[in-house]
């Protein structure tokens, strides 16, 4: 069953009015931590150097450093630094669009649209971290445009499979690499995502014996050549000593495996998710045939081994618990199971859901403030946090430019779709030397 045509355009009416407060958010930004350490650096050091610097001594990110050291970031400049999220927000929501669009067949573009926006408001609904999802520029650029990336390369190769070029085959398999290496080239725990699901794909036309086995198997190489550069470079191996407590494989597991469980149970129990699974489901069980081939059994087990690629790697390197902003990836992961769940068994299940989509509709909006990210956002938008906060990081600011040394005063407001982290008592304290930098 597709929607009707004159219920259409007022359903996506709505979810566009849902997705407002996310953006209206943005205008209460600023930048705090690495990102003035980073945008000192990006202005008293040419990029090269910085690059290179940085690979030998820090990470292995070599595209997530490319655009994290690409703008010059400082106190003072908001505008700036607001539309730069306010980009990569629309990027994502262009991104998820473009890999829905690559899935479905005979869907009309107000429905497609639809698909993404619901999907968009089930994934900022269920982000274990907003703040640093998409209002903090460090995390965004490592993560969350990761995300995009792999998005655009996933839409180009189901294309590439469904032999729907763009421009030219040469042309279309280029840029298909050419995202491919970025998006790995972003994070390791994209890095390493990433080449399992090409290994994946790549072992299962060897075993369907399918036409398409050279260009996964190009894929993968490329995959895995790439993640080895990020994940064995120099720079990640000088960071982790850093961490006395890291490397115990016995307590990484262990714990990786509580953190799996909890953040799972938070996805599968979400409200806007399984809202998102029934309406497309219900509405939209028409997909590319290529899906045909993925078992749900598969799929799952497929996320469990994203999510768990998504949670150890970190704590392994680390040892510390509690780095959401690599379980905002597995999040979206979970969003694209669902909608291919969905797909699968829509055919089955379309006839004994809901077709009431008016009052679907209705219960979403309802339950989204009341629920998950979404009453987070409006608890901070009616209380006046999100306001306040933007009043305090003003003043601080222009207290610096003014004083340039003072003592500040620690934010008595603090969001949580915002807060990402703020300063100390000791002067010395790496986020109070940030500040000191994003003056230059």
């Known amino acids: 069953m597709i929607l009707d045509k004159k219920y259409s355009s007022w359903i996506l009416g709505v979810l566009i009015l849902l997705l407002i407060p996310f953006i209206y958010l943005l205008l209460f930004t600023h930048?705090?931590?690495?990102?003035?350490?980073?945008?000192?650096?990006?202005?008293?050091?040419d990029l090269f150097t910085q690059l290179r610097s940085t690979y030998l001594n820090w990470n292995g990110r070599y595209s997530g450093n490319f655009f994290i050291q690409l703008f010059p970031i400082s106190i003072d400049n908001l505008l700036f630094y607001r539309l730069i999220?306010?980009?990569?927000?629309s990027l994502?929501?262009?991104?998820?669009?473009?890999?829905?669009?690559?899935?479905?067949?005979?869907?009309?573009?107000?429905?497609?649209?639809?698909?993404?926006?619901?999907?968009?408001?089930?994934?900022?609904?269920?982000?274990?971290?907003?703040?640093?999802?998409?209002?903090?520029?460090?995390?965004?650029?490592?993560?969350?445009?990761?995300?995009?990336?792999f998005l655009?390369?996933?839409?180009?190769?189901?294309?590439?499979?469904?032999?729907?070029?763009?421009?030219?085959?040469?042309?279309?398999?280029?840029?298909?690499?050419?995202?491919l290496v970025v998006s790995i080239g972003m994070n390791e725990s994209i890095a390493l995502i990433i080449s399992f699901i090409c290994t994946s794909f790549f072992i299962g036309s060897l075993i369907t014996r399918s036409k398409n086995t050279a260009f996964l198997a190009t894929l993968t190489?490329?995959?895995?050549?790439?993640?080895?550069?990020?994940?064995?470079?120099?720079?990640?191996?000088?960071?982790?000593?850093?961490?006395?407590?890291?490397k115990d494989i016995i307590t990484s597991l262990f714990m990786s495996f509580l953190q799996m469980g909890r953040f799972l149970a938070g996805f599968i129990f979400s409200f806007s998710g399984l809202f998102y699974f029934l309406f497309v489901a219900c509405f939209f069980p028409l997909s590319t045939t290529i899906l045909k081939?993925?078992?749900?059994?598969?799929?799952?087990?497929?996320?469990?081994?994203?999510?768990?690629?998504?949670?150890?790697?970190?704590?392994?390197?680390?040892?510390?618990?509690?780095?959401?902003?690599?379980?905002?990836?597995?999040?979206?992961?979970?969003?694209?199971?669902?909608?291919?769940?969905?797909?699968?068994?829509?055919?089955?299940?379309?006839?004994?859901?809901?077709?009431?989509?008016?009052?679907?509709?209705?219960?979403?909006?309802?339950f989204f403030f009341i629920f998950g990210n979404g009453r987070t956002i409006a608890l901070d938008l009616i209380s006046g946090r999100a306001q306040e906060y933007d009043t305090q990081l003003k003043k601080r600011s222009n207290t610096l430019k003014v004083k340039k040394s003072a003592k500040i005063n620690k934010l008595t407001a603090n969001p949580k779709s915002l807060y990402v982290i703020d300063v100390e008592d000791d002067s010395t304290h790496w986020v109070n030397q940030a500040y000191v930098l994003g003056l230059d």
């Open 31 to 45: 930048p705090i931590a690495d990102d003035l350490a980073f945008g000192h650096q990006a202005k008293t050091t």
């Open 85 to 89: 999220l306010f980009v990569s927000f």
């Open 92 to 149: 994502f929501i262009i991104s998820f669009y473009t890999f829905i669009k690559s899935i479905f067949i005979k869907t009309k573009a107000v429905n497609l649209w639809s698909i993404t926006l619901l999907g968009m408001l089930a994934y900022l609904s269920i982000l274990p971290t907003l703040a640093e999802g998409f209002y903090w520029y460090t995390s965004v650029i490592y993560y969350q445009l990761s995300l995009v990336f």
């Open 152 to 179: 655009f390369f996933s839409a180009l190769a189901i294309n590439f499979v469904k032999k729907q070029f763009l421009i030219h085959k040469v042309f279309h398999i280029g840029l298909t690499i050419f995202l």
């Open 221 to 246: 190489v490329v995959a895995i050549s790439c993640a080895a550069i990020v994940v064995f470079s120099p720079g990640n191996a000088y960071r982790m000593a850093a961490y006395p407590d890291n």
């Open 293 to 366: 081939q993925l078992k749900p059994h598969y799929l799952f087990i497929g996320f469990i081994a994203i999510l768990f690629l998504s949670v150890f790697p970190a704590y392994y390197a680390t040892g510390i618990l509690g780095q959401h902003r690599t379980l905002n990836i597995a999040a979206l992961f979970y969003i694209l199971f669902l909608t291919i769940f969905a797909l699968k068994i829509g055919n089955e299940l379309k006839e004994r859901l809901p077709r009431k989509h008016q009052k679907m509709i209705i219960y979403f909006v309802l």
